[in-house]
């Protein structure tokens, strides 16, 4: 069954540069969500997108900008990159924020060095 | 605010043995509780939910019950194998939100 896609996964960055995470959801699936996951942290929502409209934000640093395209895939745009926002980054996706459990990809791990 | 507590912090269990995992939410409003196995360099993985109108959900080896009144969710893995190491992750989804607040993760080892 398809996946959760994210890409790259493994990105290194100097500080102050800029990244550009990049999720596919599952077909169908209409809602995507992003989550920052720090070393032995759980994950922290950052925002998510339903129907190409954010549909809830959380602790996402105003540096940061997300968007979800036409196809439902989402972008997380990440500027003015620090050391603390190395992270392993996770898109997850449902349908319909309604339906239960979301599905998470494989993760983006950013390093800013 | 929102709040989920999970403990223990880690679990170190013999292979045959159970596991329980136990987690309080701070929102009496939350609906929705799920359970994340999460392996080393991989994203979470759904293994179990439950929701608010149910007291207790098994599958298998891995159950969930909930107590509303106490706001307390526990996970349950009997006969543990050695494949069951992980990190786990209980959420709640708070009211008029989709997004879920995590745990903070219990690290289990099985011991084969």
């Known amino acids: 069954a398809a996946g959760v896609i994210q890409s790259p996964r493994h990105l290194i960055k100097e500080k102050r540069e800029t990244a550009t995470l990049k999720c596919y959801p599952i077909?169908?699936?209409?809602?995507v969500y992003w989550y920052q996951q720090g070393p032995g942290q759980d994950p922290q929502f950052l925002i998510s997108f339903y129907e190409k409209m954010q549909s809830d934000k959380g602790s996402i640093p105003d540096r940061f900008s997300a968007q979800q395209f036409s196809d439902y895939h989402s972008e997380l745009n990440m500027s003015s990159l620090e050391l603390g926002d190395s992270a392993l980054y996770f898109c997850?996706?449902?349908?319909?924020?309604?339906?239960?459990?979301?599905?998470f990809g494989s993760g983006t791990r950013l390093t800013v060095v | 605010g929102e709040n989920v507590e999970q403990h223990p912090s880690t679990l170190s269990v013999q292979e045959g043995d159970s596991a329980v995992i136990k987690c309080t939410y701070s929102?009496?409003?939350?609906?929705?509780f799920p359970w994340y196995k999460q392996e080393l360099g991989k994203g979470p993985q759904l293994i179990i939910d439950?929701?608010?109108?149910?007291g207790e959900k098994k599958d298998q080896r891995i159950a969930v019950t909930l107590n509303k009144t106490a706001k307390h969710f526990s996970l349950h893995i009997t006969e543990t194998q050695p494949e069951d190491s992980a990190v786990y992750f209980c959420a709640a989804r708070y009211s008029g939100t989709y997004k879920y607040i995590f745990g903070t993760g219990t690290r289990l080892k099985v011991l084969a």
């Open positions: 077909p169908r699936h209409d809602t």
């Open positions: 997850a996706s449902s349908l319909t924020p309604k339906f239960g459990g979301y599905t």
């Open positions: 929102d009496s409003a939350s609906n929705y």
């Open positions: 439950i929701r608010s109108n149910v």
